[in-house]
């Protein structure tokens, strides 16, 4: 049974929530030092068992919260004035892995002037990593994603987001690393213009742990666009068609590299929109994974 952990605000203080079949638990109001899933990786570090099995230690002396994650979410219910979702975690660090999908490859080279370096790290050995986050760019579920107000061509880039505490994946996530494809495409030297900015990267909504996952290469991934209520974009993709796998990329960026406990990897994106579509302010972007959920954001200009 998959094993979810959300960050949930209640009444204004931080609660560590873990969902399993159907119930919340608050793993906080047993334990108050575990407020934080970085909390909860520090004790079962300690205590050298699965997070896992440390967090269902806990839910199992807890009596289950009498409300939903899909109550919290929903807007018109009464607990969600007393409750909100927040992002998973506050990463320190966000990395990306570009041309991990070969639609992306073909796509990046369709809107580059220089199309070859896309190929050729798509076959190489040494996989195209790169900082889209220090940690204050990035945003939690139902935080507005940003676009880039000197841009013409943004997209969102539904990808799988990996955990990674003490050199090795731990959970999962979804992510959208939200991108400025115009100015990428003039110039590969361009890219950290094209990827790093205000609200540039989304997160969450939840955390699992990756013996709670099955096997991260076998997850479907789709995305839908809605302006005005109507689906302007949608597509699907499955893991599966990664030419890299999870822990390969995790052990490319943990050589010769100090990764701090908590930091994100996003693996790629393997859905691309065609290139007449944009996003466009207010429109709103949902991402989801299978055994994960569903990540959602609006657009604003930043």
Same mark, same amino acid.
């Given at each position: 049974r998959t094993m979810r952990t959300y960050q949930l605000v209640i009444e204004g203080q931080a609660h560590l929530i873990s969902e399993m079949s159907n119930n919340l638990y608050d793993i906080t109001a047993t334990d108050t030092d575990i407020r934080t899933i970085l909390d909860a990786l520090d004790a079962s570090a300690n205590l050298k068992i699965p997070l896992s099995e440390f967090i269902k230690s806990i839910a199992d002396a807890t009596v289950p919260l009498p409300y939903s994650i899909a109550e919290v979410i929903d807007q018109s219910n009464p607990i969600?004035?007393?409750?909100?979702? @927040? =992002?998973p975690l506050q990463p320190p660090e966000v990395w990306c892995a570009g041309v991990t999908y070969r639609r992306s490859m073909e796509e990046r080279k369709e809107e580059s002037k220089t199309p070859d370096v896309y190929s050729r790290v798509y076959e190489a050995d040494r996989p195209e990593l790169f900082l889209k986050d220090s940690g204050h760019r990035t945003v939690g579920p139902f935080m507005p994603i940003g676009i880039r107000g000197d841009a013409i061509w943004s997209v969102p880039e539904p990808e799988l987001a990996c955990v990674i505490y003490g050199g090795s994946i731990v959970g999962f996530m979804a992510g959208n690393d939200v991108s400025s494809r115009d100015i990428e495409g003039a110039n590969p030297l361009y890219l950290a213009q094209a990827k790093v900015y205000d609200r540039s990267c989304s997160i969450g909504p939840c955390?699992?742990?990756?013996? @709670? =996952?099955?096997?991260?290469?076998?997850?479907?991934i789709s995305m839908k666009v809605e302006r005005d209520s109507v689906v302007t974009f949608q597509g699907q993709t499955n893991t599966n068609k990664m030419v890299r796998s999870c822990q390969e990329l995790s052990g490319w960026l943990n050589k010769h590299n100090q990764v701090p406990d908590g930091t994100v990897l996003l693996t790629g994106t393997g859905i691309v929109p065609p290139q007449d579509f944009t996003l466009e302010k207010g429109d709103s972007v949902s991402i989801s994974i299978e055994s994960i959920g569903v990540l959602t954001n609006d657009v604003v200009f930043v």
């Open positions: 969600s004035n007393k409750v909100e979702i @927040s =992002i955390f699992v742990p990756i013996d @709670s =996952i099955g096997d991260p290469q076998l997850l479907e």
